[in-house]
């Protein structure tokens, strides 16, 4: 369309496959539904007037005769495609549809018509601009990638994708942060088969994630105590298993969050303070958990245990002498 500054306008995705369902509606359905996802906003609801009814609101917004909505609305109640109630109309699935991500498949598949296309059109003008330093002076980008959550702020998704490939980009072989971050993950894997959670997905944003506490100077044990204190809390009911991967608990504050490292610090901290009043009423530690029944990495607390038993055997001498 002519007129329109794509980077900056406000778009939905209108699916191109035939489904069985989609071809059976009456052309009326089909008409009303893409423009009703065209006045959608961004949960998918259509507001409409309560005075005068569903019907006569859409047919005002979309333009289309009484008639025609009279027809069309209903088949798509019947078929799930939108949901009828007295204030609006809500598009089914419609979050989902306009925010999900393409297959890295069909990216590339994309990709390659895109340029075959380009080629038949241009004779290979356009394939050859993308690979030169083309004309500094020309204010209009060659490429353009909107956000699909919020297309009028196209750079910022974008921006987000280049930071975290980058951080993936720097865990090269042989980095020694990074044979550390999968240290970690390694724990968290253990801890969730132990535990009969699902298997970890691939964890390239984690060891991402965990690799920047390490730079940051968090040492490897302090992050090893962390997955085992997270762990504790999942098995004891106290934290939702849905925040026990490789990404949540060693997050970064963003957005004005705290992030999941600090409350992952947080449980340290708390789980260093129970230690000396947990030694005085039982001078030894038994076994590889906590006083409180929370796992606690012995490396972690390995001197305060030496201290603890030296000074059981002080007082049982002492005893002894008197």
Known sequence: MLGLDYPRERYFRFYCRNTAQWALLPWQARALYGLLGREADRAGLVHCSRSRGVEASLAAICDLPLEVVSVGLPALADEGFVVVERAHVRIASFVESQESAASGALRTEAYRERKRANILVTGGD?????????????????RAVPCRADPISGSSEAGSRSSTNQKRADLVAGDPVAGEARQVVARIRHHRARLGLPALPKAKAGIATIAARLREGVPLPELIAAVDLRAGRVERGQDGEGYFDA???????????????????DLLTQARRRQPRA??????????????????DGSLFAAAARRLRSRADDGVTGGDAS
């Open 126 to 142: 356009a394939v050859k601009r993308a690979v030169t330093d083309g004309d500094a002076s020309d204010p209009v980008p060659y």
């Open 247 to 265: 990404v949540s608990p060693f997050t970064a504050p963003s957005g004005g969050r705290p992030g999941g490292w600090s409350y992952s610090r």
């Open 279 to 296: 030694a005085e009423q039982q001078p030894r530690i038994e076994g590889p958990d906590g006083p409180d029944g929370a796992p606690v």
